[in-house]
């Protein structure tokens, strides 16, 4: 199992840039998170889903979007890039259920300019 | 909601010596409590945890401690090696739905050989 795959590792966008980050697993879990990551802050909670088609905001969710068509493909979307998205960007997979083990993929680091 | 405090932020111990890490949660439904480590550019990787109904757990040389009380829960690493030098994050799990944890801001360990 290659586990949660994040592509691409680094990207350098100009403000007001779109792209798309993309986070695959292949152990079918149901639950999949977007977390980003700042220096001496911790991992804040982006958006998360608990099944294809079910997606929901996390406590940072401005500026970003997200959806969930298959169990294993979580996509975040970040219309008009600003400075203050530069950060790494991680997603999650679980099983689900409660207290199961979030399994991280390698990350994201994204820089706007 | 809820909100973890992680303390000390950064430590650095001498080989051999033990390290603790203190974290406090302010949600006391949380129920689940997990600590994880993150190497230079890697994804954050669960260590250890510990549910709401258990004081203490140990796996080898890494321990977590719960106090429901006080709210606050440990990380303790003994005979610490350089290998154990990375970030650790703790986190907490509210009575909310979609499995979804709060981390805390992290601690830089180094271990000095």
């Known amino acids: 199992n290659a586990g949660v795959t994040q592509t691409p590792k680094f990207r350098i966008l100009k403000i007001g840039q779109s792209m798309t980050l993309q986070c695959a697993q292949d152990?079918?879990?149901?639950?999949m998170y977007w977390y980003r990551q700042d220096p001496g802050m911790g991992l804040k909670l982006i958006y998360y889903?608990?099944?294809?088609?079910?997606?929901d905001k996390g406590e940072v969710p401005n500026g970003y979007n997200v959806s969930r068509s298959t169990t294993e493909d979580f996509p975040l979307r970040l219309e008009l890039a600003a400075p203050s998205q530069t950060s790494v960007y991680f997603c999650?997979?679980?099983?689900?259920?409660?207290?199961?083990?979030?399994?991280f993929g390698p990350g994201t680091r994204l820089t706007v300019l | 909601g809820e909100n973890v405090e992680q303390h000390p932020s950064t430590l650095s111990v001498q080989e051999g010596d033990s390290a603790v890490i203190k974290c406090t949660y302010s949600?006391?439904?949380?129920?689940?409590f997990p600590w994880y480590k993150q190497e230079l550019g890697k994804g954050p990787q669960l260590i250890i945890d510990i549910r709401s109904n258990v004081g203490e757990k140990k796996d080898q040389r890494i321990a977590v401690t719960l106090n429901k009380t006080a709210k606050h829960f440990s990380l303790h690493i003994t005979e610490t090696q350089p290998e154990d030098s990375a970030v650790y994050f703790c986190?907490?799990?509210?009575?909310?739905?979609?499995?979804?944890?709060?981390f805390g801001a992290g601690t830089i360990l180094r271990v000095k050989s």
């Open positions: 889903s608990v099944g294809a088609g079910i997606t």
């Open positions: 999650a997979s679980s099983y689900g259920l409660a207290g199961n083990e979030q399994f």
């Open positions: 986190a907490a799990k509210p009575m909310e739905y979609g499995n979804k944890l709060v």
């Open positions: 152990m079918n879990h149901n639950y």
């Open positions: 949600d006391s439904a949380s129920n689940y």
